[in-house]
């Protein structure tokens, strides 16, 4: 099987820089549609059988914009949401991205996972979640010819993908990023889930940056 592990496109909680990791609020802008749209058309001929989004809008309105393209089901996921930043949520200050700064480095650097922001998610426990559904996901799709699709977000997928793909590295995606629609492609191996393609080009077997 395959899973293919796509971030949202451009919101405006990006563009305003809101702290918007929760909800139905902040849209994508017209220029996230056009990125979704480029993604969904990119995603064509993959023969994906089901999309798995993120319940904030930025990444509901990106999987249900592919999955009607490609004419499939979607199913709305809570494991996928972005981290729970707490009393941060709303705010857009200089003060609150550098707390999200110092946690993101806690967490990625200094693989202190325990830590959390006053009424949110420590890493810990975003981690096992979207552990727990990528497992089932297995599960449920373990077939060689299932191909399926997750939308989520970039703070998740740093915290996580890493932890699920044998041969991801943090330094890899320090490399090359996660931009808007980016995404990894990922392949059910005897040994365990593997990238094998990066914004659809073709990996090496050891990414170590």
Request: some cysteine.
């Amino acid at each position: 099987m395959r899973i293919y592990f796509a971030r949202h496109g451009e919101s405006y909680a990006n563009t305003t820089r809101v702290v918007s990791n929760h909800g139905l609020k902040h849209p994508l802008t017209p220029p996230g549609r056009l990125q979704v749209r480029a993604l969904a058309q990119r995603l064509e001929g993959r023969a994906i059988s089901h999309v798995y989004a993120s319940p904030v809008l930025r990444a509901l309105e990106t999987g249900i914009l592919v999955a009607n393209h490609l004419r499939v089901d979607y199913e709305v996921v809570d494991s996928l949401r972005e981290y729970d930043c707490g009393e941060l949520e709303g705010r857009s200050d200089e003060a609150c991205w550098q707390q999200m700064d110092e946690l993101a480095r806690a967490w990625v650097v200094d693989h202190q996972w325990e830590r959390r922001l006053p009424g949110g998610e420590s890493g810990w426990e975003v981690r096992q979640r979207f552990e727990d559904f990528v497992n089932e996901l297995v599960r449920r799709h373990s077939s060689a010819d299932e191909k399926v699709l997750c939308v989520a977000h970039g703070g998740v997928y740093w915290l996580a993908l890493p932890l699920i793909l044998k041969n991801l590295t943090v330094p890899f995606l320090v490399k090359h990023g996660l931009g808007y629609t980016a995404c990894c492609t990922a392949e059910l191996q005897p040994s365990g889930l593997a990238a094998i393609e990066w914004n659809f080009t073709p990996l090496p077997e050891a990414l170590d940056g």
